[in-house]
């Protein structure tokens, strides 16, 4: 139950307080860090313990599963009480499972570390978004959903390199504690951020499915979840196979310098299209977005002939990638009803992680097939190709139920 003051409900005082949006943005970087180190570290942990290699992958889908099912019930809670509740837990499940494995070091307790890590994965992210929602003021959730994305992608920078950098020099058990403290510092700034006061529902638990169902009776979110879906295929081809297919096709050439230019290129997209979807219709930029991350992925297709188009797609990506994902978080912020805002939100969270599964499936059957080039090709002309009738439907669900 939240026990903030009555008058930090007013939204200008959140503008107004930006130590309270360093504590949030804080808390956000040390979570993201944490969380895509250990998306990184644990499958070559499980392989340091003695797993096998069908384990060690196993572990991961096993976290991306469960956190699917948990968000079918926890978004709806945390529409009726509030997410900063269950994202204190969510953190604290994060900084707390890396001392199991201290205590026990094998794959048994390696799954239930991170089955019991999901409730971070289920909760956190959609929570944040939410609460931006919540506490931005009105006209300004796109930047302030882009200084979001910026801590995102500065804790995607930072985790996996600063984990293998602890583990080099401290093994496994000093990046633990290292975990362990980071998360730590995540819970700690989070509890210290006001946000506005959630009147408790206490409800059945039934009433979860119930509003589900209710969020998705808009009918306008079902060509942003296309769109989210697309993206969230495409990004998760080149995520887990663009180093692969650089280092096979262009052999001398660094994929560390293409993930390094993707990541500096989307800090600066989302900077840049924060404030620009704040200021135009948000489908004016969505599918444009979309239809640059369907030419950056096709692009790779021609890295072999031209190798200088490592640098290209990186920047192309870059633009693409996190400026598709902040204009449909916040295209479908603005049309989800307050009470059923983080439900929403956790249908995408959830659209990200089955179609970002099915992603790097199609592509690692690809690799043994035609080949990774044919595939990014396809799927960028493909990606592109869906943008028009995506847009199509959009407005005419838009005409027909203006928001």
């Avoid at 730590?184 to 506005?196: E, I, K, Q, Y």
């Amino acid at each position: 139950m939240h026990i903030d003051k009555p008058e930090i409900q007013d939204q200008a005082s959140f503008l107004a307080d930006w130590g309270n949006w360093a504590l949030f943005y804080g808390s956000v970087f040390f979570f993201v860090a944490n969380l895509y180190a250990a998306i990184a570290i644990f499958p070559a942990y499980s392989l340091a313990i003695g797993s096998t290699p069908f384990q060690a992958g196993l572990q991961n889908t096993a976290f991306g599963l469960a956190a699917v099912l948990l968000r079918l019930f926890l978004g709806p809670v945390m529409d009726r009480q509030g997410p900063k509740p269950l994202m204190l837990f969510g953190i604290f499940s994060f900084a707390t499972a890396p001392l199991l494995l201290m205590l026990s070091p094998s794959f048994n307790m390696l799954l239930v570390a991170r089955i019991y890590q999901s409730i971070g994965l289920a909760v956190v992210l959609p929570g944040i978004f939410t609460l931006v929602a919540e506490m931005a003021p009105a006209g300004r959730i796109g930047t302030y959903l882009g200084a979001s994305k910026i801590f995102t992608n500065l804790g995607l920078l930072v985790g996996p390199a600063g984990a293998l950098f602890v583990i080099k020099s401290f093994g496994y058990s000093g990046w633990f504690i290292i975990s362990a403290l980071t998360g730590s510092v995540a819970l700690a700034l989070l509890a210290g951020v006001r946000t506005p006061t959630v009147p408790v529902n206490i409800e059945k638990i039934a009433s979860s499915w119930n509003q589900i169902k209710k969020a998705m009776t808009e009918k306008q979110i079902y060509p942003i979840i296309a769109g989210i879906a697309l993206f969230s295929f495409s990004y998760s081809a080149v995520i887990s196979f663009a180093a692969v297919h650089i280092e096979t096709t262009a052999p001398g050439s660094e994929a560390a310098y293409f993930f390094m230019i993707l990541g500096l290129t989307g800090i600066i997209a989302s900077i840049a299209t924060g404030a620009i979807t704040d200021r135009f219709n948000h489908q004016r930029i969505a599918w444009p977005m979309l239809a640059i991350l369907g030419v950056g992925a096709a692009f790779f297709y021609f890295i072999p002939i031209w190798p200088t188009m490592i640098i290209i797609c990186a920047i192309i990506l870059g633009i693409g990638i996190q400026g598709s994902s902040l204009v449909f978080t916040a295209w479908l912020i603005d049309i989800s009803r307050p009470g059923l805002r983080a439900t929403t939100i956790s249908i995408q969270e959830n659209t990200i992680d089955l179609f970002f599964a099915a992603g790097a499936l199609t592509f690692g059957l690809a690799a043994q097939g035609p080949g990774l080039g044919i595939t990014f090709l396809v799927t960028g002309i493909v990606t592109i190709s869906l943008v028009l009738p995506l847009r199509r439907k959009s407005a005419s669900l838009m005409f027909k139920n203006p928001h």
